[in-house]
């Protein structure tokens, strides 16, 4: 049973805004597939970035802020550096600001009639 209305609407809030993330999880989890086997096909010498699996995660360590390798190695190789750059500028900065717009818009729209999907969901 529910114990309260605010308590079912922020899970009904919740239930809209889960498809937005998975949303974004998609489009991060492709961006990321299209980059490593860019950067796989490459002509490089850098052993984090050999194959589409090492590349993706890689590039997954990045997204999250734990790439522990050294960013020196890249900077010996300059297409590769050039392509890790770009993937950021497409994740780290477009996708996670279109992921905080969506939310918005998401939380905005079902902000109206919470209280009242609330009510009829208990």
């Known amino acids: 049973s529910v114990f309260s209305n605010r308590v079912s609407a922020f899970v009904l809030v919740c239930g809209r805004v889960l498809s937005e993330v998975m949303l974004f999880m998609a489009g991060l989890l492709f961006s990321m597939l299209t ?40 900077n010996k190789e300059p297409v590769l550096l050039i392509a890790v750059i770009a993937y950021v500028l497409c994740t780290v900065i477009f996708l996670l600001n279109l992921l905080i717009a969506q939310l918005n818009c998401a939380y905005q729209c079902t902000y109206q009639d919470m209280l009242g999907y609330a009510r009829l969901n208990r």
């Open 35 to 74: 980059f490593s086997s860019a950067i796989s096909a490459l002509d490089h010498h850098n052993h984090d970035y050999d194959g589409i699996a090492m590349g993706s995660m890689s590039l997954l360590e990045i997204t999250m802020g734990m790439y522990a390798s050294h960013f020196e190695a890249l």
